[in-house]
């Protein structure tokens, strides 16, 4: 299935045409493999440059750099001044696109980041995010502790981007939805095992918010994992513009996206208009909609008091049984987003 105007072959004047690399799952274990896979995704940006003409954004999924490996080793950590990051800042300026990214970044002050950057056709980091929930108790990363920003895009469109686990939290989209994203981007790594759930996923974070979303995996195997592929790019109303149902790796997933689509269903929708109906429950009862937080969950995690009914019977609480050894620091709360380079 393609969108209106043959996936962006033939561009409208409010379209932003969008191409989801279902990048071949590489083995990383070394410097030299970093510095191999960097240059491999810096030929796929020319690739898709190539490819399209008229694409604004070239995404790559999560573990697009580093692979499934789950390696921690600080010697194939990445640094926002690093080399990897400058090779993808150039790339964008070369072929005169946006990008999104995916690098798993050193932190001195315990495990990494798993880090997605957007980075726009001057070269300019726009957007900077650590991903908010790992995939816990497989992944060792540290919890995201810089919120989720959204920033302008091509065309003055508004991104915001989510990573793999993510997005199976409903709270995630929507607050993408709240603060103003039109396109929400979620990358992912996610092999075949999870095919369903992403794909319900993705129509849900769409359709409940009104969100056109930009979905994509890694694809093909490793030797030891098999990644979906999976690209997916969803309107606001919940309908599959493209998707990448093939798994051919190195695929890429494009179609044409109307973010003026979106602005005019979430100001003229009535029915279903449910990112605003959300929080002016009933309106038409009483004026202006019941304003109140009538969740238990909501009110509860925010005074430090989550208590699920079943949660002291939960098996698995710390990564043991992907054979991680028991935290023993504390998380901090959420820091500034750190200085992005020149």
């Given at each position: ?269 009535g029915v279903e208009n449910n990112i605003y ?66």
């Open positions: 299935m393609s969108s209106g105007g043959l996936g962006g072959l033939n561009k409208s004047p409010n379209g932003v045409v969008i191409g989801c690399v279902q990048l071949q799952l590489p083995v990383v274990t070394t410097k030299s493999d970093l510095a191999a896979q960097t240059d491999r995704i810096v030929k796929m940006v020319g690739k898709a440059r190539r490819n399209l003409g008229t694409m604004d954004l070239v995404i790559f999924p999560e573990y697009s750099l580093h692979g499934l490996s789950m390696c921690t080793d600080p010697d194939i950590m990445c640094r926002l001044d690093g080399p990897e990051v400058a090779a993808f800042r150039a790339a964008c300026v070369e072929h005169k696109i946006w990008g999104c990214f995916s690098i798993m970044e050193y932190n001195p002050e315990g495990n990494p980041y798993n880090t997605g950057l957007i980075i726009d056709e001057t070269g300019k980091i726009v957007l900077y995010y650590r991903k908010l929930h790992p995939w816990i108790p497989v992944e060792p990363w540290e919890p995201g502790n810089v919120g989720i920003p959204v920033c302008d895009g091509p065309k003055g469109c508004k991104l915001a981007l989510i990573i793999c686990h993510d997005g199976m939290f409903p709270e995630m989209a929507r607050e993408c939805a709240y603060k103003g994203a039109e396109i929400m981007i979620r990358t992912a790594g996610y092999t075949a095992p999870i095919r369903n759930s992403w794909r319900f996923t993705n129509q849900a974070n769409s359709f409940q918010n009104l969100m056109v979303t930009a979905n994509v995996c890694m694809c093909g195997s490793d030797g030891d994992f098999d990644s979906m592929g999976e690209g997916m790019i969803v309107n606001f109303d919940g309908e599959v513009l493209s998707h990448g149902y093939s798994g051919r790796p190195d695929e890429i997933i494009t179609a044409e996206v109307r973010p003026d689509l979106v602005r005019e269903a979430r100001i003229h929708w109906q959300f929080g002016h429950r009933g309106y038409v009862a009483v004026k202006g909609g019941a304003t109140d937080c009538p969740y238990t969950f909501m009110k509860d995690l925010v005074n430090g008091q989550w208590n699920l009914p079943w949660g002291d019977d939960v098996v698995h609480k710390d990564g043991a049984s992907c054979g991680f050894g028991p935290p023993t620091r504390e998380y901090k709360g959420e820091e500034p987003t750190p200085k992005m380079p020149d």
